[in-house]
Every structure is written in C-alpha cells, then in structure tokens.
C-alpha cells in the first residue's frame, strides 16, 4: 500500500522539509495551506505592494508547493477563524495570537480532507519545544486530543523526541529516518535547505499579523476605547495609520495606493474622507467626529502635507471643506501606537 498524507502547509522553512523528508520515503503528499486572511506576505500581496527590491509578492504556501512538485489546495477558514480570534477557547499568546485554538482548528479542518479524499494520516512542520504555546510536548498532545487525530499526526523534524505515531507503527514510514529537532534554533533546518536545495520564504511562511506586536497594540487599545473589536476591526488592524481623535472617533489613513484601494471597498458602511483631486491618501472614519478641521487636516497632512480642498463624507452626504496640514506635534498626540509606558492591559 502506498502511504499518503495531507501536510499543514505554510510554505515556510520547516513545513517544507517535513514534506520533503515524507517524500523521501516514498509517501504521497498533498499540501493543505489553510488562508486565514492574516498573513502577512499574502496581505500584502492582495494590496499589490512591492517587495524592496521590485518584486511582487507572492503566496509562499503556492510557491514552495511548485518548488516541491506536490499538489495544493488553499481552503479559506477566513469566516470560521475571525471566530477563534474574538473568542480562544485556551487563550492568546504573548500579542493576540490564539495559537492553541489556531492548530486545534487546522487540524480538524485536515482530518476532515484526509477521511475524504483517502489519505492516511496528517504531516506538519512543528517542531518540538520552537513556541512556547503551540508547541510543547504537552501542548502538542494536547491539541492533537483536541483534533481527535490522536497517532495520526506526524512530526517529522521532531519524531524521534514524540511517541511513536500510526504511520510509523504500520511501517508506512521509516522513524529511523525521521529526525530529533528540538528548540528555537533553526541551523539544522537551514543546513538541510542548502542539501536540499529548498529556497524558502524569509520570515518563514509569510508570518502572522496575530503575533505582531503593533497589531496587538490596536486591537487592545480599541477594546479599551470602544468596548468590542468588531470583524471589520480585525482586518483594519492590518492596514494603514491609525488615529483616535479627541471625540472618540478613530480615523485610519491610507499609506499607499494599494491601501486606498483596499480602504474604499468600506465606503459603503463607513463615513470617508479624501483629498478632492485623489492626490493622496483616503481616510475610513469610525465614529462621529465632532471637529471636522481636525479629520481634514489629518488628510491635508498625509496628502502631499499641503492644503487642500477635502471631501468628507459624513452619514452619507458628502461636503467639500478646506483642510490645512495639523502640526506633528498633534499628529503625534492622535497617533495610535505603543508609547513607552503604555499599558492597555490584555
């Protein structure tokens, strides 16, 4: 019987090499890169930003696929996940990231693809004692409980440290030639990359927003300012400058072309403001501001930072007002950012 396995997949360092080293043996691999809406190479990607040197972003989870000629698909658990986030089950770690809850649902979501579609058992990239919250041997156990896929999980970069697995057991894979990684250090896993010839993304698998700690910041801050973090509020963390005004309100700024375009699609339920010649930035506007001079001053001031005849758009009804660049030390005042010393608490 030919073995075959569905592989966690994030395109990353680690993910790669546990496929690679599945396929050394032999085993079918089919690559399941799950989109959550929060990494942040894709997002990027998505607004159609540049990297430094010129280049577009691309998916890393499709990429490393291409390079390690297995089949992939991307499931979107986007909805299902904005769940996780408002409301993990075990907690968040160190930022927003609720990465207990975050494996539990991945793996669940592989299971159902592996009794479906005939595979035998799960792979993935985790590697024994590299995160503190996901990936101790308790948490690791733990989580693979939670997934009901007790046995059925392999890890290969760190097999020989876990208890022997189903696939191993029924001889479907070689545990002697699995391997014994442990921690955060990563020269084995770079060494194998360069035997391999694996060309992996830097930083590993695109990253998430939810360990960030500048996301972190604006998702504990608007909880402190406005009561609830919305699902709207999750992706807007994401994007742009972010500003509370003296009212109450929040106004988020465009930072590029990529971002206007991305902050215009919430036009439609939120009040707006930009520059009436489009050169420069598009603000979303959350709550009531009571000082229109100071919302468009804050376009003058990130458009072009000159005066300028803005368009604002307040409970549907647009208006045409003058706006003269606010001062830094104002701007700086209404910036939403972790200032030494602050504490918004978890």
């Known amino acids: 019987m030919k073995a075959r396995a569905v592989a966690l997949f994030s395109g990353g360092l680690d993910s790669s090499l546990s496929v690679r080293l599945l396929q050394d043996q032999g085993v079918e691999v089919k690559a399941i890169h799950f989109y959550t809406g929060f990494c942040i190479t894709e997002h ?30 991307v499931v979107d658990i986007s909805e299902e996940y904005l769940g996780v986030i408002l409301n993990p089950k075990h907690g968040y770690g160190k930022n927003v990231n609720p990465c207990v809850d975050c494996r ?10 592996m009794e479906r579609e005939g595979y035998h058992f799960v792979i993935t990239g985790e590697v024994l004692g590299q995160r503190p919250m996901s990936q101790t041997f308790d948490r690791l156990m733990f989580i693979e409980k939670q997934a009901n896929l007790q046995g059925y999980v392999l890890r290969p970069l760190s ?8 696939p191993e057991k029924l001889g479907w894979v070689d545990r002697e030639r699995l391997l014994d990684i442990h921690g955060r250090g990563r020269r084995k896993q770079i060494a194998m990359a360069e035997k391999y010839g694996i060309d992996y993304e830097q930083p590993a698998g695109g990253c998430c927003y939810l360990t960030d700690e500048n996301y972190a910041y604006r998702f504990k801050e608007a909880f402190q300012q406005e009561g609830l973090i919305t699902r709207d509020d999750l992706i807007l963390f994401t994007v742009g400058r972010h500003f509370r005004l003296p009212c109450g309100a929040k106004v988020i700024l465009a930072r590029n072309e990529g971002e206007v375009k991305f902050l215009q699609t919430f036009k439609n339920r ?14 979303i506007i959350k709550g ?48 939403i950012y972790n200032r030494q010393g602050a504490n918004y608490g978890t």
Not at 53 to 72: E, H, K, M, T
Not at 270 to 283: S, V
Not at 289 to 317: F, H, M, W
């Open 270 to 283: 939120y009040d707006y403001a930009y520059r009436k010649d489009h050169k420069g930035t598009f603000a």
């Open 159 to 166: 097999a020989k440290l876990l208890p022997e697995t189903i």
């Open 44 to 73: 990027k990607r998505r607004l159609g930003l540049k990297k430094e040197d010129g280049s577009q972003y691309v998916n890393p989870a499709i990429r490393a696929a291409a390079l390690l000629q297995v089949p992939i698909d």
């Open 104 to 113: 539990i649902l991945m793996l669940k979501k592989a299971k159902e693809i």
């Open 288 to 335: 009531k501001v009571e000082d229109l001079n100071i919302l468009t001053g804050l376009v003058a001031r990130y458009s072009k930072n000159q005066p300028c005849e803005v368009v604002v758009c307040v409970e549907g009804r647009e208006v045409t007002l003058l706006g003269e660049p606010l001062n830094e030390e104002l701007v700086e005042a209404f910036k």
